[in-house]
């Protein structure tokens, strides 16, 4: 019915260590996002504005939602999450309501990041949108933002997957004047990546993380995580094939040749 989910802290299970590859930009966020929420005095006494939006930027799949998830986690911080499409489709013509009313609760708060997912939905570009109505969420959430600092510890996180789609005036100072790019992992980030997505995976000595890492060129994080799925779901079949033969009780591995069964299903 409503759009708004507030993440329950008991069902929070994302955590920094579940995010591969991008330990300079979640540094980066932490710094933008807890330190004006915990130390608010801070940024008074040295006379800077606190951040108050940032703009996650990057193509699909490469953990902007996993980062935002991992951050209601480890800050004690209120976290309300709201999502662009679903704003705009399921409330048309009360979007700007909706807005409102999720602004409001986040100032209820003594602190608060409020994130945005698919922000390109719901402020898309003015010069390139017709109805009165998107014209009219756009002017609706610049005013939000603008209202944000003089009442509460509110930060405003949002994620797009096409930054340019999005209206040029909210990425003005005092709005979203923050951006990181969460981009496709390099080697390294896709080993990390791998490492944890096969976390509980008894693996055969014979995997080669980095091997598959080295070959994975292009695959970005939900690649990956569906890659390691397929090679447990290689290793169920073939499970299923000793049941067969009478071999019940073997213990099970995820071995090498999983993994080149999962990459040959990609190709
Ligand atoms: P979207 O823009 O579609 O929301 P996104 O960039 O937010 O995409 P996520 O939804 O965070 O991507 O990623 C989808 C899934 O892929 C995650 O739940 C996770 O399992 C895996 N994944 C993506 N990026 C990473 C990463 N950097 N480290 C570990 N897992 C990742």
């Given at each position: 019915?409503?759009?708004?989910?507030?993440?329950?802290?008991?069902?929070?299970?994302?955590?920094?260590?579940?995010?591969?590859?991008?330990?300079?930009?979640?540094?980066?966020i932490?710094?933008m996002v807890?330190?004006?929420?915990?130390?608010?005095?801070?940024?008074?006494?040295?006379?800077?504005?606190?951040p108050r939006g940032l703009l996650l930027?990057?193509?699909?799949?490469?953990?902007?939602?996993?980062?935002?998830?991992?951050?209601?986690?480890?800050?004690?911080?209120?976290?309300?999450?709201?999502?662009?499409?679903?704003?705009?489709?399921?409330?048309?013509?009360?979007?700007?309501?909706?807005?409102?009313?999720?602004?409001?609760?986040?100032?209820?708060?003594?602190?608060?990041?409020?994130?945005?997912?698919?922000?390109?939905?719901?402020?898309?570009?003015?010069?390139?949108?017709?109805?009165?109505?998107?014209?009219?969420?756009?002017?609706?959430?610049?005013?939000?933002?603008?209202?944000?600092?003089?009442?509460?510890?509110?930060v405003v996180m949002a994620?797009?997957?096409?930054?340019?789609?999005?209206?040029?005036?909210?990425?003005?100072?005092?709005?979203f004047d923050r951006e990181i790019?969460?981009?496709?992992?390099?080697?390294?980030?896709?080993?990390?990546?791998?490492?944890?997505?096969?976390?509980?995976?008894?693996?055969?000595?014979?995997?080669?993380?980095?091997?598959?890492?080295?070959?994975?060129?292009?695959?970005?994080?939900?690649?990956?995580?569906?890659?390691?799925?397929?090679?447990?779901?290689?290793?169920?079949?073939?499970?299923?094939?000793?049941?067969?033969?009478?071999?019940?009780?073997?213990?099970?591995?995820?071995?090498?040749?999983?993994?080149?069964?999962?990459?040959?299903?990609?190709?």
């Amino acid at each position: 019915e409503t759009s708004i989910s507030v993440v329950d802290p008991r069902n929070r299970r994302v955590s920094y260590q579940d995010v591969g590859g991008l330990s300079t930009e979640i540094a980066r966020i932490r710094e933008m996002v807890e330190l004006p929420l915990r130390r608010p005095e801070i940024f008074a006494q040295l006379g800077v504005e606190a951040p108050r939006g940032l703009l996650l930027y990057g193509p699909p799949g490469c953990g902007k939602t996993l980062i935002a998830r991992a951050i209601a986690q480890q800050t004690d911080a209120f976290f309300l999450s709201i999502n662009g499409p679903e704003v705009i489709q399921k409330h048309y013509g009360e979007s700007e309501e909706v807005l409102r009313k999720v602004f409001e609760e986040a100032q209820k708060h003594p602190a608060t990041i409020l994130f945005i997912d698919e922000i390109d939905a719901l402020v898309p570009n003015r010069e390139t949108v017709l109805g009165e109505v998107e014209k009219r969420v756009v002017g609706q959430l610049l005013a939000l933002m603008d209202g944000v600092t003089s009442r509460g510890k509110v930060v405003v996180m949002a994620a797009t997957n096409l930054p340019n789609a999005v209206d040029p005036a909210l990425r003005r100072p005092g709005r979203f004047d923050r951006e990181i790019s969460i981009n496709p992992p390099t080697k390294a980030g896709r080993r990390e990546i791998l490492d944890i997505h096969t976390r509980f995976m008894p693996l055969s000595a014979d995997v080669d993380l980095e091997r598959v890492a080295a070959v994975t060129h292009g695959f970005l994080g939900a690649d990956l995580a569906a890659l390691c799925r397929e090679a447990g779901m290689a290793s169920a079949r073939d499970s299923q094939r000793g049941d067969q033969s009478g071999d019940t009780r073997a213990p099970l591995f995820v071995t090498m040749a999983h993994f080149q069964d999962a990459l040959a299903s990609f190709r």
